[in-house]
């Protein structure tokens, strides 16, 4: 039966055109190669297995040399000043219209005028003392001669000037020192001062230059927690 029954579907293979026979022999290799393919991508397509993590350690190690390296000076400093300072041309004003606006006593901040303030031509104003700024000044004289230096500096010493006020446009490298009375302004005339800044801004942090008191150049250490 079996002979019998396979008979007819090998002449049915006969009785197929060659065309249809072709057709059915490529469609076999493909199905064939495409097998193949998969069950490569399968083999190298799979993760490799994770290694286990391991523990690093790291040793280190100092080598102190007996003499220093050339061209290395350990006592050179490094990073921005601190406290950036800089001489400018000072003079002194009051709260009138004369000198100032139609708000004298009114600064250029908003604030009331008051001893303290300053005002700050505006080539200083853009980069180097901007409004807020915390400064200190120091007297070195008349602004021609130089004559006189620290006639003033009983009256600026231990005292920060912040910086509330602007001048005119065509003022440069100049700033101007509030007082409250007219006389006290003309005594004051045309200095030279020294700048320097404390902070910068409102918001930059408070640097003060002091001195620490009875440093004896003997290393201290401490530690932060």
């Not at 991508?41 to 040399?65: D, H, K, W």
């Not at 050339?70 to 002194?92: D, K, Y």
Request: charged fraction near 20%; hydrophobic fraction near 40%.
């Amino acid at each position: 039966m079996l002979r019998e029954d396979a008979a007819p579907n090998h002449d049915m293979r006969k009785n197929l055109n060659p065309h249809t026979r072709s057709n059915l022999h490529i469609s076999g290799k493909l199905c064939t190669i495409g097998v193949v393919l998969a069950a490569l991508i399968a083999a190298f397509g799979a993760p490799a297995p994770l290694e286990p993590s391991r523990a690093l350690a790291v040793t280190p190690v100092v080598n102190v040399l007996a003499t220093p390296r050339e061209g290395v000076n350990a006592l050179a400093p490094h990073g921005p000043v601190a406290n950036p300072s800089f001489t400018v041309r000072a003079t002194g004003y009051n709260s009138l219209e004369n000198q100032t606006d139609s708000t004298p006593p009114i600064a250029a901040t908003g604030t009331q005028t008051r001893f303290g303030i300053i005002a700050v031509s505006r080539d200083l104003l853009a980069d180097d003392i901007p409004y807020g700024s915390l400064v200190q000044l120091r007297d070195l004289g008349s602004f021609q001669s130089g004559r006189g230096a620290g006639r003033f500096q009983s009256l600026l010493e231990g005292r920060l000037f912040v910086v509330e006020d602007t001048m005119h446009a065509r003022k440069r490298n100049q700033i101007d020192v509030w007082f409250p009375g007219y006389q006290d302004a003309l005594s004051w005339g045309v200095r030279q001062v020294e700048v320097e800044v404390v902070r910068y801004g409102y918001e930059g942090p408070e640097i003060y230059t002091l001195a620490a008191p009875d440093f004896d150049a003997a290393p201290t250490l401490s530690a932060v927690h």
